[in-house]
């Protein structure tokens, strides 16, 4: 393992010698003495100072949680005027760990405001660490848009330089700063955002401040709503800047008690070479202190499952036997299998409320494939796969949608459908387990959050022995802001977190060894795609992106104690996508049935079989990746979604030609054709592109596994030629598609008239798919036909697929 560990470092080249050492680390092939007892006697102290606010006191540096040259205490900052500095507290400290701070303000509109913060100071060895929970309570509802500035100020030490600065972003990068005078502003975004477009987006809401040789820091707050930190070194010996965020009141009215919580980890500089990483931990350690990493076997799985009730619900079993054939006992643990679309209607889930039980028998995918299906014979197939050694996971929902057409009772309800301020609802998935159109609740909503609550603890009774886990599929449908207006102006991005945690917690309260899978879809901005990472308070994420390569990066910090998987419904054809993931992600190897490519393991080719498996032993030795030291762009520019390779076609000289044009003469025979549309004469047309595919146009080959497929190409009369040009199969809108489809090896061979036989004349043999392939000769010759001799295609169906053949010479 530690080898292959080198390995992956050498490959991606995303790892420094600083990252590379923590790299070994994770795979456990390198041990970092552990630090000094120079500051040992970390000794911290919590004070409050009346000039400076909270103070904490440690031997490395001096903490001021309340001031910077700025803003000399903490302030609330109003809408249309009005601004209120946090002084003067009513301070109780009961010992020297804890301070509880009250104070009394007036806000616009006669509010009166009652702040307390509440601290708790923790010492472990040479870490010191601070949580606060900040909490605001007016006497009636705030309607006016409130911002809250967290002011602080980190002095140490005088150093050769000014401090630096480590941030999580959004795409996966553990991405360096320098700081200076200049403020450096980033900001974790779910509720209400602060910042624009030029304001780079955090994973997790916590920043790492660097003194090197001097002192290590780590500020963050809680993840339920924004922050942005703005940060910057004025010298050698200080760090500065303010965490601010803001209540939108004027749409959703502040009332109640309001609680953001808020952390500090201090520790002496690193020991050489370690890396980002520590920071992340006392983000969820502090922040999160109820989201410990997932049971070990979770962090085991090399393989995933997904079953869509395939071939009309017979598919599953199938394939699990042939799974269980194909792979031995102690590797069948490491495979995590998910049965999908068991239910009656989205929304219902097989569940009947008027009882709080799971019915006994439904009609899975009423409308289209019509499986009956009963509780026992669920735990059944359930039961085959458990007994069988995997681990087995039951799909729990798509999202919060629920099917207005459901002919069963109790699986819509109109009144829990999110609404926006214009009455606009949000419409969701639609397909064979569906009715009608289906609408997103809203999670926010009381009744909403416990109608969940009861259907998991039916589904926990009913099938809870059978199963490791649950999936909730596509959380990202809430996205960032959202705000619902009934049954109150709420914030459903907060509302689905305090849902998605509340049910992860429900699973972990029946058995700890269970977990609860979100499915966040997160990545850049695009409509249909997640951005709030839920995943962070769930046991980790199994998303529908299709193994996509630029998606895994953002699902990075989100799942950084837990694990991140994919599915892929074109596990075949996409192939080239899953292997992208395992090898560079560390990601498990993806497969399906009941959907897009609709080919499970018991129907799988020879071919297709043998790179399965081989990529499922190869993901056996790797360790996943944890965030990246680059730009992830960098990385992708070696994916298979990067621009194919291309040779560019000369633009034809005076009196060239294409003499393998039916508008020349030429004629086009081939081994076989896929079917009539697919002929051979369709690379004869001079159409360079996939314009009329399947209607005449190119030339697709029958499956032969035996000999090499092959076209020939007759000219009317012998012509000379000086180039032959290849066009690989690949769809015009996405030219990376013919990573897919193409033709990787093959010969060119000529007609020699004097000997009466074939003359090999060309071979491309370098196992790689190019878009277009011109092959110039070393000099003329003269044939009257010559013919493509395919030896190795892209796609396991092993089917060829070309657009033109050409072959250009002078008149």
Same mark, same amino acid.
């Given at each position: 393992?530690?080898?292959?560990?080198?390995?992956?470092?050498?490959?991606?080249?995303?790892?420094?010698?600083?990252?590379?050492?923590?790299?070994?680390?994770?795979?456990?092939?390198?041990?970092?003495?552990?630090?000094?007892?120079?500051y040992?006697a970390?000794?911290?102290?919590?004070?409050?100072?009346?000039a400076?606010?909270?103070?904490?006191?440690?031997?490395?540096?001096?903490?001021?949680?309340?001031?910077?040259?700025?803003?000399?205490?903490?302030?609330?900052?109003?809408?249309?005027?009005?601004?209120v500095?946090?002084?003067?507290?009513?301070?109780?400290?009961?010992?020297?760990?804890?301070?509880?701070?009250?104070?009394?303000?007036?806000?616009?509109?006669?509010?009166?405001?009652?702040?307390?913060?509440?601290?708790?100071?923790t010492?472990?060895?040479?870490?010191?660490e601070?949580?606060?929970?900040?909490?605001?309570?007016?006497?009636?509802?705030?309607?006016?848009?409130?911002?809250?500035?967290?002011?602080?100020?980190?002095?140490?030490?005088?150093?050769?330089?000014?401090?630096?600065?480590?941030?999580?972003?959004?795409?996966?990068?553990?991405?360096?700063?320098?700081?200076?005078?200049?403020?450096?502003d980033?900001?974790?975004?779910?509720g209400?955002v602060?910042?624009?477009?030029?304001?780079?987006?955090?994973?997790?809401?916590?920043?790492?401040?660097?003194?090197?040789?001097?002192?290590?820091?780590?500020?963050?707050?809680?993840?339920?709503?924004?922050?942005?930190?703005?940060?910057s070194?004025?010298?050698?010996?200080?760090?500065?800047?303010?965490?601010?965020?803001?209540?939108?009141?004027s749409?959703?009215?502040?009332?109640?008690?309001?609680?953001?919580?808020?952390?500090?980890?201090?520790?002496?500089?690193?020991?050489?070479?370690?890396?980002?990483?520590?920071?992340?931990?006392?983000?969820?350690?502090?922040?999160?202190?109820?989201?410990?990493?997932?049971?070990?076997?979770?962090?085991?799985?090399?393989?995933?499952?997904?079953?869509?009730?395939?071939e009309?619900?017979?598919?599953?079993?199938?394939?699990?036997?042939?799974?269980?054939?194909?792979?031995?006992?102690?590797?069948?643990?490491?495979?995590?299998?998910?049965?999908?679309?068991?239910?009656?209607?989205?929304?219902?889930?097989?569940?009947?409320?008027?009882?709080?039980k799971?019915k006994?028998?439904?009609?899975?995918m009423?409308?289209?494939?019509?499986?009956?299906?009963?509780?026992?014979?669920?735990?059944?197939?359930?039961?085959?796969?458990?007994?069988?050694?995997?681990?087995?996971?039951?799909?729990?929902?798509?999202?919060?949608?629920?099917?207005?057409?459901?002919?069963?009772?109790?699986?819509?309800?109109?009144?829990w459908?999110y609404?926006?301020?214009n009455?606009?609802?949000?419409?969701?998935?639609?397909?064979?387990?569906?009715?009608?159109?289906?609408?997103?609740?809203?999670?926010?909503?009381?009744?909403?959050?416990?109608?969940?609550?009861?259907?998991?603890?039916?589904?926990?009774?009913?099938y809870?022995?059978?199963? &490791?886990g649950?999936?909730? =599929?596509?959380?990202?449908?809430?996205? /960032?802001?959202?705000? +619902?207006?009934? @049954? #109150?102006? $709420?914030?459903c &991005?907060?509302g689905?977190? =305090?849902?998605?945690?509340?049910?992860? /917690?429900?699973?972990? +309260?029946?058995? @700890? #060894?269970? $977990?609860?899978?979100?499915?966040?879809?997160?990545?850049?901005?695009?409509?249909?795609?997640?951005?709030?990472?839920?995943?962070?308070?769930?046991?980790?994420?199994?998303?529908?992106?299709?193994?996509?390569?630029?998606?895994?990066?953002?699902?990075?910090?989100?799942?950084?104690?837990?694990?991140?998987?994919?599915?892929?419904?074109?596990?075949?054809?996409?192939?080239?996508?899953?292997?992208?993931?395992?090898?560079?992600?560390?990601?498990?190897?993806?497969?399906?049935?009941?959907?897009?490519?609709?080919?499970?393991?018991?129907?799988?080719?020879?071919?297709?079989?043998?790179?399965?498996?081989?990529?499922?032993?190869?993901?056996?030795?790797?360790?996943?990746?944890?965030?990246?030291?680059?730009?992830?762009?960098?990385?992708?520019?070696?994916?298979?979604?990067?621009?194919?390779?291309?040779?560019?076609?000369?633009?034809?000289?005076?009196?060239?030609?294409?003499?393998?044009?039916?508008?020349?003469?030429?004629?086009?025979?081939?081994?076989?054709?896929?079917?009539?549309?697919?002929?051979?004469m369709?690379l004869?047309?001079?159409?360079?592109?996939?314009?009329?595919?399947?209607a005449?146009?190119?030339?697709?080959?029958?499956i032969?596994?035996?000999?090499?497929?092959?076209?020939?190409?007759?000219?009317p009369?012998?012509?000379?030629?000086?180039?032959?040009?290849?066009?690989n199969?690949?769809?015009?809108?996405?030219?990376?598609?013919?990573i897919?489809?193409?033709?990787?090896?093959?010969?060119?061979?000529?007609?020699?008239?004097?000997?009466?036989?074939?003359?090999?004349?060309?071979?491309?043999?370098?196992?790689?798919?190019?878009v277009?392939?011109v092959?110039?000769?070393?000099?003329?010759?003269e044939?009257?036909?010559?013919?493509?001799?395919?030896?190795?295609?892209?796609?396991?169906?092993?089917?060829?697929?070309?657009?033109?053949?050409?072959?250009?010479?002078?008149?």
């Amino acid at each position: 393992m530690c080898t292959n560990g080198m390995k992956i470092f050498r490959r991606t080249m995303l790892w420094d010698n600083r990252f590379y050492r923590k790299w070994a680390m994770i795979v456990g092939c390198l041990t970092v003495a552990p630090q000094t007892s120079l500051y040992a006697a970390n000794a911290a102290s919590l004070v409050w100072d009346e000039a400076a606010g909270v103070v904490v006191q440690t031997s490395i540096a001096t903490v001021q949680m309340d001031r910077s040259d700025n803003l000399p205490a903490p302030v609330l900052k109003f809408a249309g005027g009005g601004e209120v500095e946090l002084k003067n507290p009513q301070v109780a400290q009961p010992d020297a760990t804890r301070l509880k701070l009250t104070y009394r303000a007036a806000a616009p509109g006669g509010v009166a405001l009652k702040v307390v913060r509440e601290l708790t100071l923790t010492s472990r060895e040479a870490n010191t660490e601070l949580v606060e929970a900040f909490q605001i309570t007016p006497d009636k509802p705030i309607t006016a848009d409130l911002e809250i500035r967290r002011p602080f100020t980190i002095s140490g030490a005088k150093g050769a330089s000014r401090a630096s600065a480590v941030c999580p972003l959004f795409n996966g990068w553990a991405k360096p700063y320098s700081l200076s005078e200049t403020a450096l502003d980033v900001e974790y975004r779910v509720g209400n955002v602060l910042g624009g477009k030029d304001v780079e987006r955090l994973a997790l809401p916590v920043i790492q401040l660097d003194k090197q040789g001097a002192w290590r820091a780590a500020l963050s707050s809680d993840c339920r709503f924004s922050a942005l930190f703005s940060v910057s070194a004025a010298n050698e010996t200080t760090v500065q800047g303010v965490v601010r965020y803001r209540y939108a009141c004027s749409r959703v009215p502040l009332k109640g008690t309001e609680t953001r919580q808020f952390g500090l980890w201090l520790t002496p500089p690193p020991p050489a070479g370690e890396p980002f990483g520590k920071s992340v931990d006392s983000f969820f350690r502090l922040m999160l202190p109820d989201v410990p990493p997932g049971p070990k076997w979770l962090h085991e799985i090399a393989m995933v499952y997904y079953d869509y009730l395939s071939e009309n619900g017979q598919g599953w079993e199938k394939d699990v036997n042939e799974l269980a054939r194909l792979l031995k006992p102690d590797e069948r643990r490491r495979v995590a299998l998910c049965f999908h679309g068991w239910y009656e209607s989205l929304g219902g889930y097989g569940y009947d409320d008027s009882t709080g039980k799971m019915k006994t028998s439904w009609t899975a995918m009423g409308r289209t494939r019509k499986v009956p299906m009963t509780q026992e014979e669920m735990k059944r197939r359930l039961g085959v796969a458990k007994q069988l050694g995997f681990r087995v996971m039951l799909y729990f929902g798509d999202g919060v949608i629920q099917d207005s057409k459901s002919p069963s009772p109790g699986c819509y309800y109109p009144d829990w459908n999110y609404e926006d301020a214009n009455g606009k609802r949000i419409t969701g998935w639609e397909g064979p387990d569906t009715w009608g159109t289906t609408y997103v609740r809203n999670p926010s909503n009381p009744e909403v959050v416990a109608w969940y609550g009861r259907y998991l603890k039916a589904l926990l009774a009913a099938y809870g022995s059978e199963l &490791d886990g649950f999936v909730w =599929d596509e959380t990202h449908y809430i996205k /960032r802001g959202q705000i +619902a207006q009934k @049954p #109150e102006p $709420v914030y459903c &991005d907060q509302g689905m977190m =305090d849902l998605l945690a509340g049910l992860r /917690r429900q699973v972990k +309260a029946a058995d @700890p #060894e269970k $977990v609860f899978l979100a499915s966040d879809c997160v990545g850049p901005d695009e409509p249909g795609w997640g951005n709030v990472n839920y995943a962070m308070v769930a046991d980790g994420t199994f998303q529908d992106s299709w193994c996509k390569p630029d998606r895994w990066s953002f699902g990075l910090f989100p799942n950084w104690r837990n694990t991140f998987w994919s599915c892929i419904w074109a596990a075949e054809s996409h192939f080239s996508w899953m292997r992208w993931g395992v090898e560079n992600f560390g990601t498990p190897v993806a497969i399906s049935n009941g959907f897009g490519d609709d080919r499970g393991p018991s129907e799988w080719n020879p071919k297709y079989r043998k790179a399965v498996l081989e990529l499922f032993h190869k993901r056996l030795t790797k360790t996943p990746v944890r965030f990246l030291s680059v730009d992830p762009q960098i990385l992708l520019a070696t994916s298979p979604e990067a621009p194919p390779p291309s040779d560019p076609i000369p633009v034809p000289a005076a009196g060239e030609r294409n003499w393998a044009l039916a508008s020349n003469g030429a004629r086009a025979t081939a081994s076989s054709a896929l079917d009539a549309q697919s002929g051979p004469m369709g690379l004869i047309d001079g159409v360079r592109d996939d314009s009329n595919w399947t209607a005449g146009h190119g030339w697709a080959g029958q499956i032969v596994h035996a000999a090499p497929q092959w076209v020939e190409i007759a000219f009317p009369q012998p012509r000379p030629v000086s180039r032959f040009v290849i066009v690989n199969y690949a769809d015009k809108r996405d030219p990376t598609s013919v990573i897919m489809w193409g033709v990787v090896n093959y010969d060119i061979e000529i007609w020699d008239a004097s000997s009466n036989a074939w003359k090999p004349t060309v071979s491309e043999n370098q196992n790689r798919v190019m878009v277009n392939r011109v092959h110039v000769l070393e000099k003329p010759v003269e044939t009257s036909k010559f013919r493509v001799a395919i030896k190795d295609v892209a796609p396991f169906d092993d089917i060829a697929r070309l657009l033109q053949v050409e072959a250009w010479g002078n008149e």
